[in-house]
């Protein structure tokens, strides 16, 4: 498993408020796993109401824009490291 930068820490943090996932710490989330492929024995296991719960969090926290309709949202959210990217290059 990869360390988390700084930036994938804080947003890990997020996401673990926002989804209330009580058994995971923030730490544990390995950067690379996806986050919503279920075959995947590190992926969170994530749906598309936690894909919206993730996009609102992101909108307050960050203030940054996730729109439903982009085209690039399964790269966009398809782990913690790419969700981190997306957000540092909309911010930048």
Do not use: C, W
């Not at 673990?16 to 024995?41: R, Y």
């Not at 307050?60 to 990217?85: C, G, M, P, T, W």
Request: glycine share 2%.
């Amino acid at each position: 498993m990869s360390l988390q930068t700084q930036a994938e820490q804080e947003l890990a943090n997020v996401l673990v408020t926002a989804l209330d996932l009580e058994d995971l710490e923030p730490g544990d989330i390995n950067p690379e796993a996806p986050l919503f492929d279920p075959s995947h024995s590190e992926s969170l296991g994530l749906d598309s109401i936690d894909a919206l719960e993730i996009s609102l969090a992101i909108a307050k926290h960050y203030k940054v824009q996730l729109k439903a309709d982009d085209e690039n949202n399964k790269a966009i959210f398809h782990s913690l490291r790419s969700l981190s990217n997306y957000i540092n290059s909309q911010r930048a």
